[in-house]
């Protein structure tokens, strides 16, 4: 089963950018549609950004929409969370997820049932 390990988190102040990594462990990842989800303290697990197997679709939530952006790079195993504009409310626990098969390579996977593997987070804060 692929591993996935987020990095890039850290302490920001608020209108700063920070951009997270979500590395996997297997080739297989390539085909995998990709998510990224955060939870704050007391809070359920919140979707935020998703793209699919081939990075030709992306879909965000109404709450990051304009200021983060999702890529990946399939030749590095690897996808990314651009993140700009950062407010206090975005402190959160950060998640990647995959959703391994079956799959689909046009549908957009926004729900947490809908991931089956998932990294350990990477925390984000950001002070105002």
């Known amino acids: 089963q692929v591993q996935l390990v987020e990095s890039g988190g850290g302490l920001v102040q608020a209108g700063g950018s920070l951009r997270l990594s979500c590395a996997a462990s297997?080739?297989?990842?390539?085909?995998?549609?990709m998510g990224w989800f955060r939870q704050a303290p007391g809070k359920e697990r919140e979707f935020l950004a998703s793209i699919s197997a081939s990075g030709g679709r992306t879909s965000y939530a109404s709450s990051v929409k304009g200021r983060f952006s999702i890529s990946r790079d399939n030749a590095k195993n690897t996808v990314y969370l651009q993140m700009n504009s950062l407010k206090p409310e975005d402190t959160a626990a950060y998640y990647c997820?995959?959703?391994?098969?079956?799959?689909?390579?046009?549908?957009?996977?926004?729900?947490?049932?809908?991931?089956?593997?998932w990294g350990q987070g990477t925390q984000v804060t950001v002070s105002s």
């Open positions: 297997e080739r297989t990842f390539n085909v995998y549609p």
């Open positions: 997820a995959a959703r391994g098969p079956p799959y689909s390579h046009t549908y957009i996977y926004t729900e947490v049932n809908e991931y089956g593997t």
